[in-house]
């Protein structure tokens, strides 16, 4: 497709489990975000990769928290030991990265519904 | 620090009234961005429009039009002739100068009732 996607669209899990959550960014950008979204503390920045550059990782909640982007397209977020709090929606954007900042255009997945029991 | 306030958390209208969405910023840097994003009840955030401080130039685009005004930190959002496919929540979103971290509002949740 032509857009950000995502997987899965829904995720339910029992607290203490470890998560795994995919995106796939518009083809050929380089920048790719990650976001959360929950009701008790709104749209957060979570973490921003850049080309081969190290990631900034300033917005990760825990250590509990860890996310890879591999060959520079596919991203993986990870959430260890699984806890209720992180329950939300978590976003993911991509962007052309020509710019070298994130005030380029972001382009935004539907998100991962994440429920943790 | 940063921070961007929308004080409106749900507004009301009727289809063909006018609203406006107001955006407060708050940043320290001389040079930054700031966006709007309508968020439809499927989920996916599309973006509207960027500005950087350097411009002030006030924007149109159709039903849609957005005043940015520096000396009060201001960058509010009008629909003209609202319809029912509005109906989303909108935040304003803040980025300073060679920063990754966006700062969003809380958002407002418009409702265009027929």
């Known amino acids: 497709g032509a857009g950000v996607s995502q997987s899965p669209s829904n995720k339910v899990t029992e607290k203490g489990k470890d998560v795994e959550l995919r995106c796939d960014p518009i083809?050929?950008?380089?920048?790719l975000y990650w976001y959360r979204q929950s009701l008790g503390q709104g749209l957060e920045f979570l973490i921003y990769f850049q080309g081969n550059s190290a990631p900034d990782k300033s917005g990760l909640p825990s250590d509990r928290f860890s996310a890879e982007r591999t060959g520079g397209s596919v991203s993986t977020l990870t959430i260890q030991r699984t806890q209720q709090e992180d329950s939300a929606v978590y976003l993911c954007a991509s962007s052309l990265g020509t710019s070298g900042g994130a005030w380029e255009t972001q382009y935004f997945g539907p998100g991962t519904r994440l429920l943790v029991l | 620090a940063q921070k961007v306030t929308q004080a409106q958390t749900e507004i009301s209208v009727v289809e063909k009234e006018d609203v406006t969405l107001d955006c407060v910023y708050e940043t320290r840097d001389t040079t930054y961005y700031l966006f709007w994003y309508k968020q439809p009840p499927s989920g996916e955030l599309v973006f509207l429009i960027r500005r950087n401080s350097f411009d002030e130039q006030n924007e149109i685009s159709g039903r849609y039009s957005w005043n940015f005004q520096k000396s009060t930190s201001s960058f509010n959002f009008t629909i003209t002739a609202s319809q029912v496919v509005d109906s989303a929540v909108y935040f304003c979103?803040?980025?300073?100068?060679?920063?990754?971290?966006?700062?969003f509002g809380a958002g407002t949740r418009l409702f265009v009732k027929a």
């Open positions: 083809s050929g950008h380089t920048a």
């Open positions: 979103a803040l980025i300073g100068w060679g920063g990754f971290k966006t700062i």
